[in-house]
């Protein structure tokens, strides 16, 4: 395998080429967490990898609970499906504990405030009931708490990582918390280091061909855990060896080469771009970003056959959604056929019909 190989196998191991999923929780699972602090881009995330999905439709699934939204893996928010969830946070929560240890000292969170917290929280939620962020602050402080600068975001996160809340059903637009108890009664545990190995598979299933260090970068997993991982899951796997680097991916996945030349429009914080580290450079052989003299205000990214292409940004307007693009390099005929093929599939994905300027 050569480097050039690897983006075009991403795109399926990915599943942004090949067969789709036929449910949005499907597609999550896949790929064992998609990050999701930006909640409508992180839809398209998933949508763009499930058949025929909207905008609706992923509501749908988040509103009915297949799919929850907590922190895990590191500290920001992540979708997962319900039956993931606990041995999800079982082996990274602690480590994202540790990564916010600072942060809790900071803000004046010792273990005790945050224990109160949390039953305050327990109390509260039980019965099936969930709460807003700005619901839960006012709590707080009628239970004489302080809540000022970022002390309820890590209160909120210390309870998602100690298994005992995660998102609820969205409220109008604003976000809720729900007990994980009620909220996903059928989340499976495993032991560690079942679910060790489980999210190596996962993750090299999902994202591969990708090395420990992409891996470690994306879980907060130690190496040390990386390396045990993968003495049980070794048999599982196959290994390509590139410059001296060791790549890993499933050996199910066998991806073709995509109908040339072929565009996607993603998010900034799809699992395509933020799932690797040591190996993100990949996605841009030629070198095409580190070319561009001005930072883009276009906060999305267009890829073309896989490789970084250029920007992009939306407006939404009454009928339709407005697709703007910054390119590297103009696109030909066949480029920008295949371009207006993307944002064609982003507009059926809100609804909107979608246009081009």
Known sequence: MKIADLATRRL????????????????????????????????WSVGQRTAGATDADLDQAFNGGAILRTHVLRPTWHFVHAADI??????????????????????????????????????ALTGGNHLTRKEIKALLEK????????????????????????????DGK???????????????????????AELLIRYFTGHGPATAKDLKAW??????????????VADRLESHEIDGVTYWSSTDVAGRMPPSPTVHLMQAYDEY?????????????????????????????????????GHWKRTIKKASVEIE?????????AQSKALLTAADAYGKFLGLEAVLV
């Open 12 to 43: 399926h191991t990915q599943r942004l080429a090949g067969p789709r999923f036929e449910a949005p929780e499907e597609a999550v699972s896949w790929l064992g967490a998609v990050q999701s602090q930006d909640y409508g881009p992180a839809k």
């Open 143 to 170: 239970a004489g708490i302080a809540t000022e600068g970022f002390r309820t975001a890590y209160i909120l996160m210390n309870a998602e990582l100690n298994q005992v809340i995660c998102s609820g059903p969205l």
């Open 86 to 123: 606990r041995w999800l946070l079982e082996v990274t929560g602690p480590r994202v504990q540790v990564a916010n240890s600072h942060m809790y000292r900071q803000v004046g969170l010792d273990d005790a405030e945050l224990t109160r917290c949390t039953k305050l929280l327990t109390k």
């Open 174 to 196: 604003q976000h809720t918390y729900a007990l994980l108890d009620e909220r996903a009664p059928g989340a499976r545990g495993l032991s560690r280091d079942d679910a060790l």
């Open 219 to 232: 879980s907060s997993l130690t190496m040390a855990d990386i390396k045990k991982g993968l003495e049980m």
């Open 273 to 309: 771009v933020m799932g690797y580290s040591e190996s993100r450079h990949f996605l841009d052989v030629s070198g095409a970003v580190g070319a561009q003299t001005e930072p883009s205000s276009f906060n999305m990214l267009v890829f073309l056959d896989g490789q970084i292409a």
């Open 325 to 333: 693009t910054a390119l590297y390099s103009a696109f030909n005929a």
